[in-house]
């Protein structure tokens, strides 16, 4: 089983309703983006809440996973994953 069909997190992004616009930020050293085109975390803020809105939708940092008030660890999560390298066109 390769990584990315054993990793519970991103496999759990599907069940979020997301907005149509979003800001992404992705957490890694420079030589995991530079050598790997990896990192190590990911932050994903709803680009169109208001100042009275939670604007954080979810993050994830190794296999610490936060989405609202809810906090897992997903011991079988990869602490390292791809980045984002494919931006608007289809998956």
């Not at 809440?49 to 994830?60: H, K, L, P, V």
Request: glycine share 8%.
């Amino acid at each position: 089983m390769n990584a990315a069909a054993s990793d519970r997190i991103s496999n759990s992004l599907f069940q979020i309703r997301f907005p149509h616009f979003v800001w992404v930020m992705e957490i890694g050293t420079v030589e995991s983006y530079r050598d790997r085109q990896s990192c190590v975390g990911e932050i994903v803020l709803d680009a169109t809440a208001g100042m009275w809105e939670e604007g954080r939708i979810y993050a994830r940092i190794g296999a610490d996973f936060h989405v609202g008030d809810e906090y897992a660890n997903v011991s079988s999560a990869p602490v390292e994953f791809k980045q984002f390298t494919h931006n608007l066109g289809e998956v």
